[in-house]
């Protein structure tokens, strides 16, 4: 039976959704989210039976309709034509783990009862996470402001019985999928559409996704630069704990702390050097790698104040016997979050590449391209081609979203922070820093066969793993292949969460 998560006011973080994730745990409300959620609802309801008073998005029309008011008897249908008409996504679909992750956050932020919702609306998307009915969602159609309009308005679709879901590989209707559950579609009351679409849940899930495997592969680039600095016959001189000291960046200093814990016992690193320094991809890993540490931090703290947080408009507010209209869904804080973790992770990724470029030189007593017959062999000589293609992209995909904005709703909403684009080109950004960090990997395990002295036991261990999967080259063969193999054992390689946060 699976461990359930009960969502309350604790605090959501990175660990506690790692966990959650990982362990496949259940959902369910505590019992102080149910009285926050029934009480919001039946404050509200209330608060529109005994007044005629125009409230935004409750008993008025949207953005610049505002001004509109719509009949009591028609409040229902005004929040089901919000939902339809605003599921306008277009692109590819977004990744199944992140639509999840949208489902927990909207769970989350919904509990806190200044939504005005009702229960069984918060039930059932517990009850699609929980069964795994995941809403389809599309990359495109989000200014990150007014909410992530278009995206929560597919991820809502199903409550209505509409759009599709995924339902393990296979897309069907989410109609069919109701049947099969004997879900029955809801019907909205005042201000629940506006409370499911308005919100940053589509950013917030990709930050929280991207920053998750940020963490990770800003471990893997300390443990595969380690093996390129051995491989590379690199001084140590610049990891010693005195120069870090005076300069104390956090990141910097946990990164040179890393690196002399991994080479700890390494044959190669305690060996006398002929060369006096060692090029800056080698010799400034803590400055840099220790950099996007840091921002990290920065991005992590802003995205834990914002899943903890309201971000739909309006508030009802019980005990002020208030509903205020603000504008808590403008993804500002977090466009600027993504475009700066797309850049500090941009980073690792053209480091790295430079790390692979030394490698292949034919420097150090190492073999031109590392390969024995260079000439009849190309050997690693296109590997390197190709992660420089992959870094010139990224410094593509690293121009800021966050400067840019466009006026849409009749110049009602005329400025948004187009925080979903920063959000889904970071995670391009990401991807393409896998592949950039298997192909040092590639190199690195390489050259340190060249070597007559042993690296430290922990690079000789995990080198001994990878070679389970990706033998070293003797001559030239398909290295698409290797690629491909290498970024799989990265993928599959589990960080404990004590060696990420």
């Known amino acids: 039976m699976s461990e359930i998560h009960y969502i309350s006011s604790s605090l959501l973080d990175l660990s506690v959704i790692k966990d959650i994730v990982d362990t496949q745990k259940q959902l369910a409300l505590s019992e102080e989210a149910i009285g926050n959620i029934n009480k919001s609802f039946e404050f509200l309801s209330k608060k529109i039976k005994n007044n005629d008073t125009p409230i935004y998005g409750i008993n008025t029309g949207f953005g610049s309709l505002c001004n509109v008011k719509v009949s009591a008897e028609n409040l229902s249908k005004l929040q089901e034509n919000l939902v339809m008409s605003h599921a306008c996504g277009t692109g590819e679909f977004a990744p199944k783990a992140i639509v999840k992750l949208m489902l927990l ?33 599309y990359t495109q159609g989000s200014l990150g402001a007014s909410g992530d309009l278009a995206p929560l308005a597919h991820m809502s679709l199903p409550l ?17 999928v109701m049947l099969e559950h004997n879900w029955s579609p809801i019907t909205l009351k005042a201000k629940e559409g506006l409370a499911l679409l308005n919100g940053t849940q589509f950013m917030s899930a990709y930050g929280v996704y991207m920053l998750l495997e940020s963490y990770k592969y800003s471990y893997l680039a300390d443990v595969i630069s380690a093996v ?20 104390p960046h956090k990141g910097q200093v946990k990164t040179a702390e890393r690196i002399n814990e991994i080479l700890k016992g390494s044959e190669l690193g305690n060996s006398e050097k002929t060369n006096v320094q060692d090029p800056y991809s080698f010799r400034c890993i803590p400055q840099v790698h220790g950099a996007t540490k840091d921002t990290l931090g920065f991005v992590k703290k802003t995205f834990k104040t914002e899943i903890n947080s309201v971000t739909d408009n309006p508030n009802i507010f019980i005990e002020e016997d208030l509903i205020i209209s603000g ?8 466009a600027l979050a993504l475009d700066y973790l797309g850049i500090a992770m941009c980073e690792l990724g053209s480091i790295s590449e430079r790390r692979t470029y030394q490698l292949v030189s034919g420097l150090r007593d190492l073999p031109a391209f590392l390969v024995s017959n260079p000439g009849l062999n190309s050997g ?14 990224n410094k593509q995909l690293a121009t800021p979203a966050s400067v840019d904005s466009i006026v849409s709703s009749n110049g009602q909403e005329d400025h948004v922070s187009m925080g979903a684009n920063g959000a889904t080109k970071c995670l391009r950004i990401i991807d393409n820093i896998e592949t950039i960090l298997a192909i040092e990997l590639m190199n690195a395990s390489q050259a340190l066969a060249f070597r007559d002295k042993k690296s430290s036991p922990f690079v000789m261990s995990f080198i001994s793993s990878y070679r389970e999967v990706v033998p070293f080259l003797e001559e030239d063969r398909l290295l698409a292949d290797d690629i491909h193999a290498t970024l799989a054992f990265l993928k599959s390689f589990s960080v404990d969460s004590d060696l990420l946060f």
């Open 105 to 137: 956050l909207k769970i989350q932020s919904l509990s806190y009862g200044y939504s005005g919702v009702q229960l069984v609306t918060v039930n059932r998307l517990i009850a699609m996470y929980n069964a795994d009915v995941i809403p389809v969602v």
């Open 160 to 176: 209505l019985g509409m759009g599709d879901v995924w339902i393990g590989e296979q897309v069907v209707k989410a109609s069919k």
């Open 327 to 334: 504008g808590n869904f403008h993804g500002q804080p977090l």
């Open 380 to 393: 690693f000589m296109i590997p390197q081609y190709t992660a420089a293609s992959i870094v010139s992209q």
């Open 228 to 247: 390129s600095i051995d491989a590379f016959d690199c001084n140590m001189s610049p990891f010693n704990a005195l120069v870090h000291h005076v300069r």
